[in-house]
């Protein structure tokens, strides 16, 4: 899966722990108009936000980290 980040560093899958998967219903994507996921993951004492799109591939990994 491609990730794209505000900062141009790339978040992999295997950078991190996954904690929580959820789909978001009230958005859609933006190039194929399917309901976005967004998956939380921990690394490094942090937690990192994924969003993307199950069906394109496509995902974008906010930069800012906040606590859950």
Do not use: H, W
């Given at each position: 899966?491609?990730?794209?980040?505000?900062?141009?560093?790339?978040?992999?899958?295997?950078?991190?722990?996954?904690?929580?998967?959820?789909?978001?219903?009230?958005?859609?994507?933006?190039?194929?108009?399917?309901?976005?996921?967004?998956r939380?993951?921990?690394?490094?004492?942090?937690?990192?936000?994924?969003?993307?799109?199950?069906?394109c591939?496509?995902?974008?990994?906010?930069?800012?980290?906040?606590?859950?």
């Amino acid at each position: 899966m491609n990730s794209i980040n505000e900062n141009n560093n790339s978040f992999n899958d295997e950078d991190g722990i996954l904690v929580e998967e959820q789909e978001i219903t009230g958005f859609k994507c933006g190039v194929c108009g399917a309901n976005l996921k967004v998956r939380v993951y921990f690394k490094d004492d942090n937690f990192s936000r994924r969003i993307s799109c199950p069906n394109c591939k496509y995902s974008i990994t906010p930069s800012e980290r906040k606590p859950l």
